[in-house]
């Protein structure tokens, strides 16, 4: 294999890392603030797709544009369904049984929505990008690909923006480290939870109209994408965002580049060894070594 | 002794009222059934319309949905041991393209709804898992949407399938290329490289492709095999060891999702091969919506496709877009209809509503106005059909001719396609 066939792979890695990412954010948030194992997500991550998808069909609006306006409206989503649902649930610091299956039923009642409204037959958004590239000497970039690379990483650049220069990011933080003294130091945990919920809501809406941009979908989207989710928060450290995009790339690079040493089947079992040995050698996640190794220095 | 009676009846009123309703709820239903069941002949469907296999389970449903129709406006299905016309009832479930769901279905259908047979099993996977019912509930089964021909190779007496076999699309998609090869215009000894779904559907695929590539040395070499996940995100590492397998021909067996991600991937990495199929899938309305003019050229093994040039054929899809309000999608709603029209068939050659009888008569039903290549339908040793399959190819403007066999196409094969 050339030294250029190497440059692609490591590039086509890099933009699944950015899709990865830009999917697992909201889960983080949502774990981070409140310990809740959003189920769901994958379901938003479908209506995410089906918004940008009927703003394209009906209106011609572009993806990208669609993808932007959705943020808002996944958010009033968000902040509506923490207000019906979520702030009924007993608040603990560690995932409870029934925040999984409140969500796990939103999850089915989502699908079943979406089968209702949609339909089951493959959607899929086709552009004069989607199958357009972009030429660097021997490296071929597919142009959807960097545009959702982009919109990705700007979108995990604000949101690192609102966390560190605002005080409902510094609130979620606080929340994050530790609750009860983020209560005691004022933070409003009722309201912070639900904006905190909203977002976590709106980034799994925009990751949903990114993904559309890529793959074909139905009510069932998102299924495998959650998995993927998981994995990438263990590895990261649960609550870290950083810890989320580091994650997002070695699994991306992982996945990647060992299909050249096994066989493609086993695409699958590489996450969740990955998922299993992060379990088990780093239980904390990147996050949790990057913190150790700072405080021995 | 009257006044003890009163007062113990009186005692147990409840319990007696509680005795009556339950006796109620368990007889009057089942009385209900007998009376229905004389009256009618109960079919049971079990597809997929939502999940990952809802679209074709959509139109297998819709196939059946319209013979069902079509026969009971003819008064029904004439049933000589009870000397008059029995009109169908569809009993219809929805498995949700899961395993265990699908199975579980077949078995209340067979066992609670006391059906006569079973049509249903949309994709090897929901096939497989349903087929292990017609034996202990000895009632017929006939599957429209399965292939793998280790589901007929159990020995099991109750199963039938209206699809020929995987391993007979991947020799027909050998025979296909060879016809090039033979015609000039593709040359000897080019390089194949297979990428199989992680299915048995695909394994029986690649094993068609190589029975025939070893039968017929110097026509082709295969340089590349691998399997992969169904729903992978991502095929860039797979495409690179492809492109470093410097195949020719490039052969893959997936289904529709997996046919749009990787052939998206495989436009944008520039990728060109003379030849490319993706099995079974090609014309598919979704993935020429999805796809766009990238799928052009690409070819299929199709086991029914709306342009045979039969007179039946023509019949069917007039009368299909009457009945739905849309066109019929691949090769689904035609086998699922033709497996009704040979139950049908099957059960008046019976005369009886016997499942056995029904049973022994599909075993030597000729369908002989079939919509299937070779025009004649008719169940093999095993229970699987064996009819021929089609090659489709697809063209600029939304156009498919089918290009294999000669006396079937409506068209030339271009090879080797266009970049």
Known sequence: MSAADVANLFVSALLLAGVYAAMSVGMTIIYGVMKIVNLAHAGFLMLGAYFVFELYTRFSIDPLLGVLLGFPVFFLIGMGIHWLMIRRIPRSDQPTLASLLLLFGLWLVLQNLGYLIWGSSDRAILTPRTLSTFQFGPIVVPAVRLVVFGVAVASLAALEFVLRRTWFGRAVRALMQNSDAGRLAGVNVERTARVAFGVGIAFAGTAGGLLAMLYPFTPDFGGSFLLRAFVIIVLGGLESFAGVAIGAVILALVETFSILAIPAGYQPAIAFSLLVLALVVLPEGIAGLWNRRQRWT | ?419
Not at chain 2, 136 to 163: E, K, N, V
Not at chain 2, 193 to 221: Q, S
Not at chain 2, 399 to 417: C, F
């Open chain 2, 1 to 419: 002794m009257n006044s003890i009676f009163h007062i113990g009846f009186r005692k147990h009123l409840w319990n007696w009222l509680g005795l009556l309703l339950l006796v109620g709820i368990l007889v009057l239903p089942g009385c209900g059934k007998i009376g229905k069941s004389g009256n009618e002949i109960r079919i049971g469907v079990v597809l997929p319309i939502t999940g990952r296999e809802a679209k074709p389970g959509q139109y297998q449903r819709e196939g059946i949905e319209l013979a069902i129709h079509q026969i009971n406006e003819n008064g029904g299905i004439m049933v000589r041991d009870k000397g008059k016309k029995l009109p169908i009832k569809e009993i219809f479930y929805d498995d949700g393209s899961d395993q265990a769901k699908s199975a579980g279905f077949v078995e209340r259908a067979m066992s609670a709804d006391e059906v006569t047979a079973v049509v249903g099993g949309y994709s090897t996977a929901l096939g497989e898992a349903e087929s292990v019912m017609p034996d202990r509930y000895q009632t017929p089964w006939i599957t429209a949407g399965a292939a793998a021909t280790h589901i007929f190779s159990h020995g099991y007496q109750y199963i039938f399938g209206t699809l020929s076999s995987t391993d007979l699309l991947g020799y027909t998609t050998g025979d296909f290329l060879g016809s090039l090869v033979d015609a000039g215009k593709l040359k000897k000894n080019l390089a194949v490289a297979l990428a199989l779904e992680n299915t048995d559907h695909g394994v029986e695929y690649g094993a068609g492709i190589k029975r025939w590539t070893d039968e017929h040395p110097g026509y082709f070499r295969i340089v590349f095999n691998e399997k992969f996940d169904l729903g992978s995100t991502d095929f860039s590492g797979l495409l690179q060891k492809v492109k470093n397998a410097k195949a020719d021909i490039y052969l893959v067996d997936a289904h529709l999702q997996d046919y749009i991600t990787m052939e998206r991937q495989y436009v944008q990495t520039g990728m060109h091969h003379q030849m490319l199929s993706y099995g079974a899938r090609g014309p598919d309305s979704d993935a020429r919506k999805a796809l766009g003019d990238a799928t052009n050229y690409i070819f299929a093994g199709l086991w029914w496709s709306k342009k045979l040039p039969y007179p039946q054929v023509k019949k069917f899809v007039a009368d299909y877009q009457a009945f739905t309000g849309h066109e019929p999608d691949s090769y689904y709603p035609g086998t699922a209809y033709d497996a009704m029209r040979a139950l049908a068939m099957a059960i008046e050659q019976a005369g009886t509503l016997n499942k056995t009888a029904i049973r022994d008569a599909l075993r030597n039903v000729e369908l002989k106005d079939s919509l299937l290549p070779g025009q004649t339908l008719h169940f093999g040793k095993n229970g699987q059909v064996s009819n021929p399959f089609i090659i489709v190819q697809n063209k600029p403007e939304d156009k498919t001719d089918i290009v294999y066999p000669k006396d079937a196409s409506t068209g030339d094969a271009v090879a080797p396609r266009p970049r």
